[in-house]
Nanobody, 124 residues
Framework: QVQLVESGGGLVQAGGSLRLSCAASGRTFSSYTMGWFRQAPGKEREFVAVINWSGGAMTSYADSVKGRFTISRDNAKNTVYLQMNNLKPEDTAVYYC????????????????WGQGTQVTVSS
């Protein structure tokens, strides 16, 4: 069982930055692929970024955030991060952290554990 707790959301002006954190429980954090997803009001949940298990050498990003967002992980701290730069109003959403057991995927259906989400609001 893995429990995930996101933090770092908030209100920011367009062009600003935020760093989201996701703290995971359990001693097997390094064996999970970690992903970030988001859901805007009235829209379906969408993939944002993913980083593979172990050292995190593999990452993938949605086209809409490529070049602006960076996913990273610190296995010693059981934490995954999402650095978000040059934020746009269309980035406004609830951001969710998710964990998948040793499968590198961008599909939410492949993720076994989810956090409660953190709100990110970008004003124009």
């Amino acid at each position: 069982q893995v429990q995930l707790v996101e933090s770092g959301g908030g209100l920011v002006q367009a062009g600003g930055s935020l760093r989201l954190s996701c703290a995971a429980s359990g001693r097997t954090f390094s064996s999970y692929t970690m992903g970030w997803f988001r859901q805007a009001p009235g829209k379906e949940r969408e993939f944002v970024a993913v980083i593979n298990w172990s050292g995190g050498a593999m990452t993938s990003y949605a086209d809409s955030v490529k070049g602006r967002f960076t996913i990273s992980r610190d296995n010693a701290k059981n934490t995954v991060y999402l650095q978000m730069n040059n934020l746009k109003p269309e980035d406004t959403a609830v951001y969710y952290c998710a964990a998948a057991a040793k499968i590198f995927s961008i599909w939410g259906s492949n993720f076994d554990y989810w956090g409660q989400g953190t709100q990110v609001t970008v004003s124009s």
